[in-house]
């Protein structure tokens, strides 16, 4: 279309939006008004037009005329742009809010004339007084922010300051909230940082919104707990925003957390002789547990300071042989180093005088709980005994306990009635073995499941269960989180007391140094399962792969996310290496994992099942079994596979996550 004298009234009328032209030398009136104004407000033109008054000025809202009459006042005072917000009284009855800038301008014979665009912008205005409502009447934080790589915060309503406890701001101190706004992430602690910037990065990216909780600084240094969506929108300006609706869950988490501690100790206590918390925030360690101990009767829940502590027990029990090598171990723990050179949780043996006075040999690990807090348990190494005693009918809950400072693999106990099984309670390796997170676990002691249901997100079979429960042993694989790495463990199994209703307690220990243990997995028929639901593992002939790097295992498992499609190299390290460019360093390190996954698939005799192409690979989802694919079949076998949760191992699961959640829910 040209530009010219013929279109250019075809563009005001129709392309502009509410564009209308002022007289605004008295008497003030519209002197043009186009057909997009008329079809906003439901009006015609002689029904706006005229030469002695105005009367668009007759259906702005009665509210506001006092506000328009002052916008039209600083028109008439010369040539400027402004612009102002009301109502307008549509024909219909309705009411819309309009935004309206005016440019003026000074004709040649001295009148002042003004241009005027109208936008409407009620669906706006009603978004904020929705925001105004939720403000004050439900407990909810809302934030507006940049989608910058360093966000600034453009809105925060009343109640997000709530929860912040923001100060009311005094002379000659620091602003907080001006503090804040200049940077999203001062009000993230640094160990949340990391987290919240690849939620963000993956909203913008895919448009989808976000849910879930995180942790944040309050201005009087404490810390807060709160769960909400994060959302990528435009907002009023035409600009990309985040915005995200939050409610504080603080008291809620605490008490959870402190239910699930209390949990976790208990049944550590059944494994470890000792156990002490070690807090880096308050520098203290105090005794959980230690079977009251006199050696350790002055830390019984009772914070002492922790390197102070730690000395006194070093010079006061460990032998003088070990002491420098345990305040090595020690140190490294206080300056936060312990695990950097190794991902497996640091364990170190010593020998100490026990509270009998006698020198036995100890094992100690750390286990971590959160960013701050830390537990160190121990237990005493005894010589292996016959595992006969184990399997012996009607063994008491003590007897168990001794045995199991024998058999410290892992531990697990049931309670088994008609087939039905209710799990009691797990060490965190065989919790991870059966597939479960711990807030699955939890919900799975709540009532009692079938066993088949029970062991289904395992590589588990049904019949060695039952052979176990009947025979009281049985031999299985499981990942153990402590080793970082596959083993193939014997489970020893006493039943408490016989009857309709038993309680079993199963113990494991390794049996990977037996010959027959060795054995390569390339003879005869490879059958390859894959396990998505959950914790991700593949399993070849029911034995599952132990991959000796955590991230070729990624890889694999982002191609079983594809299914089938392919994946470059550049897709890849986006996906591995989330915060880190594609680059000749990123390539070399990719090229390098891939290479380890390609040896190990060939180590178990299954390369076959990853096709590579111009550097790009796909999985070969014909020669694999796996529970995502089943599921997404629509078979009606495969119906119940997915229940809820989906690679928990890796966080950029949670799109396809989203969509089995969107497809369980239908």
Known sequence: MKNTPENTGEILDRGISGYHQYILTDPIHLCFVSRNLCDMLGYEKNELLSESE???????????????TAFIHKLKTGEQTLSAEYRILKKNGGVIYVSDTVSVRRLDDGTLAGCSVLTDITAAKNEIAGLQLLNGTVPFGFLRYTC????????????????????????????????????????????????????LNRVYTSGAPAAGDMTVLRCDGTKARLFGWITKCINEHGREEFQSVCMDVTEQHNLKKEKETERYIKALSEVYDKIFEYNRSDNTVKCLFGHNSAVFRWLENIPMSMKDATEKWIVGTVCDEDRERVR??????????????????????????????????????????????????????????????????????????????????????????????????TSDNVRSFFGYTKEEWSALAEKKRSVKDFISQSGL???????????????????????????????????????????????LYNVDDRPEASLSLTEGKREVRIRTFGYFDVFVNSRPIAFRSQKSKELFALLVDRRGGYVSSEEAISFLWEDEPVNSVTLARYRKVALRLKNILEEYGISDIIESVDGKRRLVTEKVECDLYDYLSGKEE????????????????????AELTGKMLL
Request: hydrophobic fraction near 35%; charged fraction near 30%; include cysteine.
């Open 54 to 68: 105005d009367l668009y000025s007759a259906i702005v809202h009665p509210d506001d005329k006092k506000l328009y």
């Open 328 to 425: 090595d171990y020690f140190s490294a723990f206080y300056n936060q180093s312990l695990e950097e050179a190794d991902s497996k949780p640091p364990v170190i043996t010593y020998r100490a005088m026990s509270s009998k006075g006698k020198l036995r040999t100890y094992s100690g690990i750390f286990l971590k709980m959160d960013s701050s807090v830390s537990l160190f348990c121990c237990r005493n190494i005894p010589d292996e005994k016959d595992t006969d005693e184990l399997k012996s009918e009607n063994i008491t809950l003590k007897g168990v306990n001794d045995l199991m400072l024998r058999f410290t693999e892992g531990i697990i106990a049931f309670e088994v009635e008609d087939d039905k099984v209710k799990p009691l309670y």
């Open 148 to 199: 910058e790589k360093q966000p600034e915060i453009t809105y925060m309503n009343k109640q997000m300051m709530e929860f912040l406890r923001l100060p009311e701001i005094k002379d000659g101190e620091l602003n907080y909230l001006d503090m804040y706004k200049g940077n999203i992430f001062l009000m993230i602690p640094m160990e949340e940082r990391r987290r919240f910037s690849v939620y």
């Open 461 to 507: 079979n049904y019949n060695d269960i039952k052979k176990l429960f009947s025979t009281g042993e049985a031999e299985f694989s499981y990942f153990d989180i402590t080793k970082n790495a596959y083993r193939r463990i014997k489970a020893v199994c006493s039943q408490k007391y016989s009857g309709k209703s038993s309680r079993f307690y199963v113990m």
């Open 638 to 657: 495969y119906s119940r596979l997915f229940k809820g949760s989906y690679l928990t191992n890796y966080s950029w699961g949670e799109t396809t996550l």
